[in-house]
């Protein structure tokens, strides 16, 4: 071993050694969901007898289904936008995933409904409840994947911010899902889907601020 190859050896060997994005983001992931419960406990309380037994509602399923693709391709995105490399665009293809079942569960019920039922299952009985309970449900995991985003190298803060608000939101969206009582994809895709995106412009906001190198 010549004398620069050693000095190389002692510098990575002193280098402190950081946990993997993947590691480190699924840690902050448990928090997350630790955290959404202990919210949940003070805000709302309790869950709805149907989510215990679904009992072949299929929009319930539905809602399931979406929220629960969301956390997952949220988690691969902001996993992917952890690392200092730019993120290919194929990376963001995977939020089709969510998308399209939600977009196949809103033709369906369009499909399925009377016109005079489409208004009143848009709208449903609790689109401000689900205007504020979605982002304040998220508002600490969208902290606790910030903290852990800031010990990872990504390039890319605001969209890093984005996804962490993203997950966020389809973690809080999951919660709330067992406290709301309307389950139509067209009240899913309208109230749902604008909390989460309120949560997910504010991940935005502050990944720009403190996601910075």
Request: glycine share 8%; net charge neutral.
């Amino acid at each position: 071993m010549n004398t620069d190859d050693l000095i190389a050896s002692l510098a990575d060997d002193a280098a402190p050694a950081l946990p993997r994005p993947a590691r480190l983001l699924g840690l902050a992931l448990v928090a997350a969901v630790a955290a959404t419960a202990v919210v949940f406990a003070l805000l709302l309380g309790s869950v709805r007898a149907e989510v215990t037994n679904l009992n072949g509602d299929a929009r319930l399923a539905l809602k399931f289904a979406v929220t629960l693709a969301l956390v997952g391709s949220a988690f691969v995105l902001l996993a992917t936008l952890a690392h200092p490399e730019r993120p290919r665009p194929r990376a963001f293809a995977i939020l089709g995933v969510p998308l399209a079942l939600l977009l196949g569960g809103v033709l369906l019920e369009v499909a399925a409904l009377p016109a005079a039922e489409i208004g009143p299952a848009l709208v449903g009985s609790n689109s401000l409840a689900c205007l504020v309970y979605v982002p304040l449900l998220g508002a600490l995991p969208l902290a606790v994947l910030l903290t852990a985003l800031r010990r990872a190298a990504p390039t890319r803060p605001a969209l890093a911010g984005l996804a962490a608000g993203l997950l966020a939101g389809g973690i809080a969206a999951t919660a709330y899902g067992t406290y709301c009582p309307d389950d139509s994809p067209l009240f899913v895709a309208t109230w749902y889907g604008l909390s989460v995106g309120l949560l997910a412009l504010a991940g935005a906001a502050a990944g720009q601020r403190i996601l910075r190198w």
